[in-house]
């Protein structure tokens, strides 16, 4: 699976789009582009995956570039409760292929 | 609410201790996966369980060893755990291992 590099840690003030980015330059053309969060010492909660089309649910919004080497996943009215660490995650169908989590972006979102 | 639970939510054992962890969906799923995350570092994933075989075992030692009696619950069985072992084990469930997963809340163990 493709490697995703992320900025260690962000802020964002609260009632503002908070807007994460995620470098895939590797990503090969079935790779999806997943999102999780993890809230201190709980599981880790999906957001959303796309493969190539900008996608939107009820948590966030994701845009991928054209080209698919990078995308954000944004929050658009960032609360308290979305401090976490957000992780970013490329991966393939197939059963071989696992969600492997890396250092994930640390977002604070400031009163 | 997740559908996915763990118990204990906390442990404390000691290194000569026998215990297990246990986890259950109630989402329907048929794969279902152990991950261990040490403070300060990323999740790893240690096995998966695919309609109830296991799929993958992530080179983890033998003082691990999991258990998958039906699709909806997936135990880990610890014995002679090392002080080093202490970490948050998270489960989690998908509907097939191609899809996005639901984590449990986690199991906070400490090692003495």
């Known amino acids: 699976d493709a490697k995703t590099t992320q900025p260690p840690s962000m802020d964002c003030a609260e009632g503002r789009a908070a807007n994460l980015p995620c470098n895939h330059s590797t990503i090969s053309g079935n790779e999806y582009v997943y999102w999780y969060r993890q809230i201190h010492s709980q599981g880790p909660q999906y957001i959303i995956h796309?493969?190539?089309n900008n996608e939107t649910n009820e948590m966030a919004s994701l845009i991928i570039t054209e080209d698919r080497k990078s995308s954000t996943l944004i929050l658009p009215h960032a609360t308290l409760r979305d401090t976490a660490v957000y992780y970013c995650i490329v991966r393939g169908f197939g059963t071989g292929n696992q969600f492997y989590f890396g250092t994930g972006t640390s977002l604070t979102v400031i009163p | 609410e997740t559908g996915v639970t763990q118990t204990p939510r906390h442990l404390v054992m000691g290194m000569t201790n026998k215990k297990s962890l246990k986890c259950e969906q109630h989402?329907?799923?048929?794969?279902m996966y152990w991950y261990k995350q040490s403070a300060k570092k990323p999740l790893e994933l240690m096995f998966v369980?695919?309609?109830?075989?296991?799929?993958e075992n992530n080179s983890v030692p033998s003082r691990f060893s999991p258990e998958c009696p039906n699709s909806s619950h997936l135990f880990l069985h610890l014995h002679t755990l090392q002080p080093e072992d202490s970490a948050l084990y998270l489960c989690a469930s998908t509907v097939g291992v191609t899809y996005e997963q639901y984590f449990g809340p986690g199991t906070r163990l400490t090692v003495t």
């Open positions: 989402l329907g799923h048929n794969a």
């Open positions: 796309g493969l190539k």
């Open positions: 369980y695919n309609f109830k075989e296991q799929t």
